[in-house]
C-alpha cells in the first residue's frame, strides 16, 4: 500500500519560506515522477510543481516560478517543494502526489496516490 506523508506546512508571513517534505513508502520511490498540488479556500486543486523520476527534469507553475523549487532524494524516498518569498495568494492546502509513470506530469488523473495535505497559511 503506497503512502505518502506530508509535513513542513504552517503559519508565515509574507516574504518568509517553508520547506514541504513528503515521504513515500510502498513501491519503488525512483521509478515514479512526483508532484506537488494545492487548493486554496473556495478554489479547484491546482498544479505546483513536477519532478521526474531521476529529478532531471522538473516543471513548475508559472505564478511560482523563480520562487518555488521542487527536488527530491531517492535515498531517502521524499520528494521536497522548497517555497521561498511566500505571497497570501500562496495560501492552501498542498498535497504532494505519486505519478502514473516516471515523467513530468501536470494533470491530476496521472497521479495514483495522494498524500493527505499539509496546510500552508501566508498572512499579509
Known amino acids: 500500500q503506497v503512502q505518502l506523508v506530508e509535513s513542513g506546512g504552517g503559519l508565515v508571513q509574507a516574504g518568509d519560506s517553508l520547506r514541504l517534505s513528503c515521504a513515500a513508502s510502498?513501491?519503488?520511490?525512483?521509478?515514479?515522477?512526483m508532484g506537488w498540488f494545492r487548493r486554496a479556500p473556495g478554489k479547484e486543486r491546482e498544479f505546483v510543481a513536477t519532478?521526474?523520476?531521476?529529478?532531471?527534469?522538473?516543471y513548475v507553475l508559472d505564478s511560482v516560478k523563480g520562487r518555488f523549487t521542487i527536488s527530491r532524494d531517492n535515498a531517502k524516498n521524499t520528494v521536497y517543494l522548497q517555497m521561498n518569498s511566500l505571497e497570501p495568494e500562496d495560501t492552501a492546502v498542498y498535497y504532494c502526489a505519486s505519478a502514473r509513470d516516471g515523467s513530468v506530469n501536470t494533470a491530476w488523473y496521472e497521479y495514483d496516490y495522494w498524500g493527505q495535505g499539509t496546510q500552508v497559511t501566508v498572512s499579509s
Open positions: 510502498g513501491r519503488t520511490f525512483s521509478n515514479y515522477g
Open positions: 519532478i521526474s523520476q531521476s529529478g532531471g527534469y522538473t
